[in-house]
């Protein structure tokens, strides 16, 4: 039975049921993850319990960040060991595109596909707003400076047309409800796994909308971005009576390219002995799973990760 040492974000008691992955060199591993309010945190979180339970001689903690864009200029830097970005953002940041453009990081590798993020459109559902395209002239939320959420919100608005046209605002999740709720927004963009708890949230003080992504709009977006999928909100998400179109990005599990093999293996032995944890501790873990860890990756594997797959997965 492992021991429960200090754990940093998840109860000490939920940890008797993880199966330890064997003793190692003492390690301090950090997890870059994103806004409290999102679903990276939780999920940042769970794996550092899981770390901390299962690999004897670790010592894991998750900080949030601003997301994705923080996160890999992080690990580039050497500052954190591990972090969760998405897969479009991850693969500009290697190819030295996008935001990225003069300045590729080589110094970050994959780990693992985790879930798939839902881009959501979030509005009161007294705004005469029932499209993207309504959003032309409003106030928008295009998430925090640094995070894929701004990057995926202003692709939309350009393949939509009125990127140009919306009053673009720069806040983080918690911050963008807030002001949502308050009536001095008129929309907020939040990519994250479904159900995200700060939406939830707002979703319980006021009634709220998500607007729809699909039809040739979303053709458009696939066909611009590949790392774009469709997807959907399944019904009676905060509230709505049917399903939501949408299109989503898939959430990578992402280190430092210098990381330790052993430490790999043992990390990916500790994950992946663990899922019904990772499922205790956010609904998206149920996505996680080994079967589909490597699969549709744009970005290189680590190399300890490949072998470990390899020699798992067909």
């Not at 923080?70 to 030295?96: C, K, P």
């Not at 806040?171 to 807030?178: G, K, N, V």
């Not at 990760?305 to 020699?311: E, I, L, T, V």
């Amino acid at each position: 039975m492992p021991r429960c040492r200090s754990l940093l974000l998840l109860p000490c008691i939920l940890l008797l049921a993880l199966s330890p992955a064997g003793a190692g060199p003492l390690k301090t591993l950090t997890i870059a993850t994103g806004s409290s309010a999102g679903t990276y945190y939780p999920i940042g979180a769970a794996i550092a319990a899981i770390m901390n339970a299962s690999i004897e001689g670790t010592v894991a903690r998750a900080i949030p960040s601003r997301g994705s864009i923080e996160n890999l200029l992080w690990l580039e830097r050497g500052d954190v060991e591990l972090g969760i970005a998405q897969q479009d953002v991850t693969y500009y940041a290697l190819h030295g595109q996008e935001a990225f453009a003069g300045r590729a990081l080589g110094g970050v590798r994959a780990l693992s596909a985790l879930y798939p993020e839902m881009i959501q459109a979030v509005v009161r559902r007294d705004a005469a707003v029932r499209s993207i395209a309504d959003l032309r002239g409003r106030r928008v939320a295009l998430g925090a400076q640094g995070s894929g959420t701004a990057f995926n919100a202003r692709q939309i608005l350009q393949a939509a047309g009125v990127l140009q046209e919306v009053r673009a605002v720069e806040a983080p999740f918690e911050e963008a409800m807030t002001q949502l709720e308050q009536g001095n927004l008129d929309a907020a963009f939040i990519t994250a796994g479904v159900p995200t708890r700060v939406i939830q949230a707002l979703s319980e003080r006021v009634p709220i909308r998500i607007l729809p992504i699909d039809g040739p709009l979303r053709e458009e977006l696939m066909r611009r971005y590949p790392f774009f999928s469709e997807a959907s909100l399944p019904a009676g998400s905060y509230g709505a009576p049917g399903a939501i179109g949408t299109v989503a990005i898939t959430a990578l599990l992402v280190c430092q390219a210098a990381l330790p093999e052993e430490t790999v293996t043992q990390l990916l032995q500790a994950l992946f002995a663990n899922l019904a944890y990772l499922k205790q501790a956010h609904p998206r873990g149920a996505d996680i799973t080994l079967e589909a860890a490597p699969h549709g990756l744009a970005v290189p594997l680590h190399p300890a990760a490949a072998r470990f797959f390899a020699a798992r997965v067909n």
